[in-house]
T-cell receptor, first 116, second 107 residues
Framework: GAVVSQHPSWVICKSGTSVKIECRSL??????MFWYRQFPKQSLMLMAT?????????EQGVEKDKFLINHASLTLSTLTVTSAHPEDSSFYIC????????????FGDGTRLSIL | GNSVTQMEGPVTLSEEAFLTINCTYT??????LFWYVQYPGEGLQLLLK?????DKGSNKGFEATYRKETTSFHLEKGSVQVSDSAVYFC??????FGKGTRLHILP
């Protein structure tokens, strides 16, 4: 079945550094990918919709200058957390859908980000 | 608008008990509906889906029927196991998630 690879799975870094998370669709092309954030014991929160070849669409309250999204190809989207701070520590998950409409999303395994 | 309302957890059951996790939705049009499961320490996995009214999705002993008249997609399992302990999300195809229901199964 369709697979989405997310890398890295875990990252720990110092406050002030920038962290890039990659999301790849391995056996299908994804014109649209989604980035979510999950706080402990809470639901997923959609951060942004990543569109291949165009600017991402951010949800209300998500800082686009803080969370940079690039979707340069049909199989790769990246999320860069710029100048990360402890409050950015969270579990970030990407997903992709290989066809529009009623197809399910395929999720990456997530990235646990810890900012010291 | 589009929304998903899911029963609050945590839900704690004994092994072999019957499980129901309620989910209702609002939608413009007729969305596809999904249940995803997140096991401890893992990412999300698709559990089952239904794409139109009266469809029944099923997988691993879980079932959910898409009921247009009650705008519901309740998740059921006749006999739960300890390995079913996880967080379950009801999801609308407009990428709207319910808040998740944490399920604990006691041996």
């Amino acid at each position: 079945g369709a697979v989405v690879s997310q890398h890295p799975s875990w990252v720990i870094c110092k406050s002030g550094t920038s962290v890039k998370i990659e999301c790849r669709s391995l056996d299908f092309q994804a014109t649209t990918m989604f980035w979510y954030r999950q706080f402990p014991k809470q639901s997923l929160m959609l951060m942004a919709t990543s569109n291949e070849g165009s600017k991402a669409t951010y949800e209300q309250g998500v800082e686009k200058d803080k969370f940079l999204i690039n979707h340069a190809s049909l199989t790769l989207s990246t999320l860069t957390v710029t100048s990360a701070h402890p409050e950015d520590s969270s579990f970030y998950i990407c997903s992709a859908r290989d066809l529009g409409g009623h197809q399910p999303q395929h999720f990456g395994d997530g990235t646990r980000l810890s900012i010291l | 608008g589009n929304s998903v309302t899911q029963m609050e957890g945590p839900v704690t059951l004994s092994e072999e008990a019957f499980l129901t996790i309620n989910c209702t939705y609002t939608a413009t049009g007729y969305p596809s509906l999904f249940w995803y499961v997140q096991y401890p320490g893992e990412g999300l996995q698709l559990l089952l889906k239904a794409t139109k009214a009266d469809d029944k999705g099923s997988n691993k002993g879980f079932e959910a029927t898409y009921r247009k008249e009650t705008t519901s997609f309740h998740l059921e399992k006749g006999s739960v196991q300890v390995s079913d302990s996880a967080v379950y999300f009801c999801v609308h195809d407009k990428i709207i998630f319910g808040k998740g229901t944490r399920l604990h199964i006691l041996p």
